[in-house]
Structures are given as structure tokens and as C-alpha cells.
């Protein structure tokens, strides 16, 4: 028997329908009937592509409106009571004021935020990296007084909205220790883990109402089981299983990004129906899991690559799975590696990709139709499949062939370049020196992260650009426009360092994929990142160079127009890397330098232009880890090389920036202490600065700008609350090192939500300028005392 099925679709919808419909209902134009429509449409349409690939399973569980962390807070009814939520407040109300805040003028009744003594409002859920993904989830919070009662409402009536379809039904789950894993503990001294036996019953529960509604698998997904994990989560793994194994129900556990290496062993003897493997990201381990799996458990093989966009080498692809079926005898599931979220919906018509690219890509629609295929050629031979296989084979011959991928000028580069590359003139200490002599900043320097709000007529003249019915030169002007008005308000707000605003650009990594040699872009391959809003990953095919400047005219122009220093603002070679579909036919270290290379040749055109300041923007560095830590070395030693050679290439008194956000940075600050940048601004004031205590502990050498207010949501913070994590951020880290800074850009929100968050900014950084001034003074009287 071979099945076939899917571990979760995209949901943002072909045309990115969740999206506008999600937008449309915050603005108050969309009531929440019209939302549910449109979520319901979206599922309707995405189990049909999966009935008509004749899918064994059409998996449900897997839609959310913001996000299928939170649905599962709201599915184990365990919502922070920091919220206050009614008893009568609707679960789709309370899903997005978890994901969005709350705002202190619609506070009423509500609990002010845990530690904010003087906030009102209350913060969202902190958000941070899905794995090693660009998809951020929403944080469960847990503490010692958590409870948790069922609320399967939403996602049984989904179940019953498939069940329609008259065909098998798969519900998927977040497992209950990758739940646990994936929270954070609020209470000191506890221990999640310690959460367990009063959720797994809730497990039992629901798998128990899914069995009587005709359910036969439950997909549960463990993708912790590819971390390192302390032993006693992985004990607790047997102990949950076991307590899992007397409902009526098969589970089929998944696990995904990565090998299970030293829980191989775990995860094939764990008291489940069936196992899913990750073998694209751990190839190898394949051999292992069909020595050790019982065969009395069903086997799903991730074969199709679910996090990139490459097409299927089905030859490759039937080699392995013709072993596996054989030892399996004759019964394996087919998948993609992982959820089908991490993908566009579909490439195979996109309009801005030529055909050859096109004939080499596969989006989510295009990977059901290979699953589809592979399944048929297991079934009834390759002849069966005859021009599906040849047509495959043929893209794949094209594209190792093609001399758009090899550039011999880029590998030439990459071999002469000088061991030093990677190294500033001076150290520290003396560009630090040099750097304050010419920029003449004033103590807690007040800056943002670079990007301001990307309003509708930005973006409706970049798709009228798109569409050729705006001229290049009139959207030059415009946006030309856009920069000078950006200029005027952070001189007006008293910014210290200002920025461009990057008006210009569409995303901070699509951007440079567009100007780059070796990359294709795509008109529609969108990406959920969070909630509503989404990423167009460029493709990165061939070898990358840049053939000119990117944004030295923009730098320059917006430099024209004030006296204060202008940022320049570029993305760094790991952030491009991961942010990208990044090509698989060479080593991820050596498509970093090249990215690095180009990166550099535009840093030094900045500083030949007179930009003081540069900023490298390097958020994605820690999402690139490799997920086992004892495969960190390697990946940060190319890693944080390749920046320090995008930005090595300048003077001592031009300043470096990087700056990173939600991400968990503490694990590798010797890493992040090695690029060597001159500042670094980082996003810290959802965990409120605890980030910035392992800087301290650390004793990180350079400047650094702690976030001092969240970007992601519309609630504007006073200044008082920005005091306190500065004041908070002082006890770590010496005032003189100091910056003054949002988390990360402006670009999700409005002019006016930017600008009077930003006032509050600048009047917390003089209030504690003056603190400051009034201290030294005091030092000085009574120095000669001393
Ligand atoms: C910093 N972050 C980023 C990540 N990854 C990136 N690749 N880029 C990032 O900036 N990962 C971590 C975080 C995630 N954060 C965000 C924050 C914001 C967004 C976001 O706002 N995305 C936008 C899309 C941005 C974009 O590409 N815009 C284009 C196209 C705009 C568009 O939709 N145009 C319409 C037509 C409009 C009109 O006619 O008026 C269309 O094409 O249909 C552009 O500006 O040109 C979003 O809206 O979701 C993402 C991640
Ligand atoms: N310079 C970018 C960084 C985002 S991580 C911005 O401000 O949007
Ligand atoms: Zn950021």
C-alpha cells in the first residue's frame, strides 16, 4: 500500500486572499463572517488541489488566521491572563489581540503587563523563529499557576468542513512536548516541562472526539526530536506516547528540518501507528530508520523538498524510495519533507519568471503533482509516468548545464581573495575613537532600524512601476519624494542618526535579489512570514555579482538633504542567504562569500560617497544555525566571516552596524562579538531586555542599541516604559555604550503610530541624557574630595 499526503498547505491563499481579507477586517471594512468566509474558501480550495493529486489524506488543522501556534494556546485554553479575556470575548478576537496587543485606551479591565509597572496597554505574545524557517510563531507562555481545559471547537468544525469531501481525513497537532518546548517559562524556578501530565489527558480528550467523528490517523507533529534535548524531555517522550497509545487513534508522529540522529532510536520505538522522516534535510539517516523502524509501523518519506523550491529529481527521488519500499514490504507513505507553509503556492505560471526558470521550480500545487507521480511510478513503473519523468529530467539537465549558474569570473574572485579580507584596519578601541571624533554624536545616540511605513501610495507606485504604467523616472521622483519626507521628520523628531526610510525597496531581501547577477524573482511566489504579512523569497540559481551600485544614489540623495549622518543600509550576506531559495548544487559557504563579495563592493561605494555610517543588516545569522548545536562551528565560522568581508573593506572612522532581531542571540554572542561590527542594534524589548543580560554577562566589546519598543504592534509605548528598559539596559551594559532604538523597522506601521512612538524615543533618551549629564556633574564636585 502506498499513500500519500501532505504535513500542512500554505494558507495565506494563491493571491494572498487570507492576507487582504485579514487587513480588510483590522481596518474595520471586513466583519468577521467575511473573514470566516474567505478562511473557509481557502480551505475548500486548498483540500480540493489535494483530492484532485490524489492525496490519501486531505490534512486539516493546518489553516490558522494568524497563526497555528496560537491556535493550539487556544486550543488547550491556555491564554495569559495578562489578556483579562471575558468569558464572552470571541476566539477570534482573542487570537488577534494575543498576536497584536492591545492597545492602553482599550484596556479597560484588563491586566497591565507583567513587570510594566506604568503600561497599561498589553504587549502581544513574543514572536520568534519557527525552527530554522523564516515563519515566525507566536510564544506560549507557561508558568507554575498554568491551567489548560479543551476548546476544540474551531478545529473540530473544521474536521467536519473536510469530512464534506467524503474522502480520509488527517487532523494535524502540535505534539505535546514540542508545545511545552516551543513556550517560554514566565515563573522563576519552573519548569514547563512540569506542565505535562495536565495537558497530555486534554491530548487524550480531543484524539478520543476525533476517533468518534470517524477519524483514523492524527498527524502530531515533534519536531523537537531534531534538537538537542536535555534527558528529560526526552524521557517524557516515552512516558507522553505511552499515555497517548490507549485512544482508538493512529498517530503518525512527524518530524521535519532536520535528521533525528541520537532520537532515531527514540522516535522508532515510541508506541505511535507510524513515523515521518526528514529525508531531504538527513538523506543518510533513511538506511537507519528502515533498519530500526518496526514494520509493523506505517513509514512516511518526506522526499519533495518543502523548503525549497527546486524541482524534484524524481530519478534520485525513486531510487530511494524503490530501497525503502522493498524493505518496508511494499507499504510507505510519500510526503514533502515538511509543511508545504515554507513554499509559494504555486510557480509553474508565475509571469516573472522566464520559462526555463519556470521549467526548473516547483511551488506547493507543483509538489503534490510530484508526489502524485512518484507515487504512480512506485505503483506501476516509470512507463506509466514516461513524459512527467523525461520532461523532469530534462529541467534538471538544463539547469546543471545552464552557463547562467557558472560564472568563472565570480569562482576566480573567490579564490585570490587575500586572507585579510575578513579583517578591519584597527581594532576597536581606535575606530571607536576615530568614529567619535567624526561623527560627534551625543551620549545614548537616538537612531531606528532603517525601513519607515510603506504606505499604500508607495506601494501602489511600485505596482504601477511593475505594470509599466509609471514611468522609472517618475517613480524615481516619487520615491525620491518619499526619502526627503522621511529626512524631514526624523529632523524634526531629533533623531541623532537617520536613515533613508527605504521607500524604495520591497522587501529588504527581494530588493537586492533584483539587482543581483544569479538571481530570478517571482511576481507572485509569496511566503507567509507572520500573521498577514508575507515575503517573496527571490531565487538565488547561479553565481551571484553584482554589476552596479545598489543603493549609492539613494544613500547619496538622502545624505543631500540633511547635515546629520545618513545610514547606509544594506542586507547582509547570511540574511540574503536565508531569506532567499538558495540553489543546492554547491556548498551554502561558498554562495555566502559571493553574496559577500557584492555586499562589500557596495559598502565601500558608500564610504566613496561619504556615508559614515553603514549598516548590514544581519537578522537571519542565528535562524541559519544549524539546529544541532554540535554543528554550530562550522556554520559560524563561514558565516560570520563572509560578513566581516562585506564589511572589513573600509576606513576606521566609517562605523559599522549590524543589527538582528527575534531570534534567541544569548547561545552565540561569541559568534555576534566576532563580526566586529562597530554597533549593533537588536530587538529586545518583547522578552523586556532579559536578550540584553547575556550581552552584559558576556561582556559584549561594541556599541549596542537594545530595542526599546516593539515594532510589530500598533500600540504606542510612552516614555516612561522606554526608561525603564533603558535603565534596565544600563545595569548590563555601560551607558557610554549605549544606543537608543526601536527593535527593528518602521515599515508595518503607520506615519503616525511611527512618530509618536519615536517622540517617546527621544524624549526617554534626553530625559536619561540629562540623568546622565546631572551624574557626571555631581562626580566631578566631588572628585577632589576623593
Ligand atoms: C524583517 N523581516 C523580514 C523577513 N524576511 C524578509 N524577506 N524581509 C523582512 O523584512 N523576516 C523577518 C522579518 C519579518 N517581517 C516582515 C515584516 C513586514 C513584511 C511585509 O510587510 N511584507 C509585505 C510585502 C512586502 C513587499 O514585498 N511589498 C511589495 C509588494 C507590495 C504589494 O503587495 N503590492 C500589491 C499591489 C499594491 C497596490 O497596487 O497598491 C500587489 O502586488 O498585489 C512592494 O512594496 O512593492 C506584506 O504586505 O506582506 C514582511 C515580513
Ligand atoms: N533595515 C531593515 C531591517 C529589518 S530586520 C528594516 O528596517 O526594515
Ligand atoms: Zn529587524
Known sequence: MIQTHILGFPRIGAQRELKTA?????????????????????RQHHWQLQRDAGLGFLTVGDFAYYDHVANHIQLWGCEPARFGFAGHEPALARHFKMARGVDADATSGHAPCQGHATCTGTHALEMTKWFDTNYHYLVPEFAADTRFSLAPERLLGE?????????????????????????????????????????????????????????????????????????????????????????????????????????????????????HVDAIRAPGELANVLETLPLDRELSVGIVDGRNVWRTDLDAALGQLRTALERRGGRLWLAPSCSLLHVPFSLSDDTALDEELRRWVAGAREKLAELQCLKRALLKGDAAVASDLAEARAAIQSRRQSPRVHRPAVSARLAQLPAHADR???????????????????????????????????????????????????YREAMQQEIAQAVAAQEQLGLDVLVHGEAERNDMVEYFGELLDGYAFSANGWVQSYGSRCVKPPLLFGDVQRPAPMTVAWAQHAQSLTKRPMKGMLTGPITMLQWSFVRDDQPRSITALQLALAVRDEVQDLEAAGIAIIQVDEPALREGLPLRQADWPPYLEWACR???????????????HTHMCYAEFNDILPAIASLDADVITIETSRSDMELLRGFGAFRYPNEIGPGVYDIHSPRVPDSDEMIRLLRKAAEVVPAERLWVNPDCGLKTRTWAEATAALQQMVQAAKQLRDELAQQATRERHVAPAL
Open 159 to 275: 474536521l467536519a468542513e473536510a469530512q464534506a469531501f467524503g474522502l480520509p481525513v488527517k487532523p494535524v497537532l502540535i505534539g505535546p512536548l514540542t508545545f511545552l518546548w516551543l513556550g517560554k517559562s514566565k515563573s522563576a524556578g519552573f519548569d514547563r516541562l512540569d506542565l505535562l501530565d495536565s495537558l497530555l489527558p486534554l491530548y487524550a480528550d480531543l484524539l478520543i472526539r476525533m476517533a468518534a467523528a470517524g477519524v483514523q490517523w492524527v498527524q502530531i507533529d515533534e519536531p523537537i526530536l531534531g534538537l538537542d534535548l536535555p534527558p528529560a524531555w526526552t524521557q517524557a517522550f516515552e512516558h507522553a506516547y505511552q499515555a497517548l497509545r490507549r485512544v482508538d487513534v493512529s498517530l503518525l508522529l512527524t518530524t521535519y528540518f532536520g535528521g533525528l540522529g541520537d532520537h532515531l532510536g527514540l522516535a522508532c520505538r515510541l508506541p505511535v501507528a507510524g513515523l
Open 22 to 42: 485579514l487587513e480588510q477586517h483590522w481596518r474595520g471594512e471586513l466583519d468577521v463572517a467575511g473573514l470566516e468566509d474567505v478562511g473557509r474558501q481557502l
Open 424 to 474: 578591519r584596519p584597527s581594532a576597536f578601541s581606535r575606530r571607536q575613537r576615530l568614529q567619535r571624533d567624526r561623527l560627534k554624536l551625543p551620549p545614548l545616540p537616538t537612531t531606528t532600524i532603517g525601513s519607515f511605513p510603506q504606505t499604500a501610495s508607495i506601494r501602489a507606485a511600485r505596482a504601477a512601476l511593475k505594470r509599466g504604467t509609471l514611468a522609472t523616472e517618475t
Open 642 to 656: 563572509a560578513f566581516r568581508v562585506a564589511t572589513s573593506g573600509v576606513r576606521d572612522d566609517t562605523q559599522v
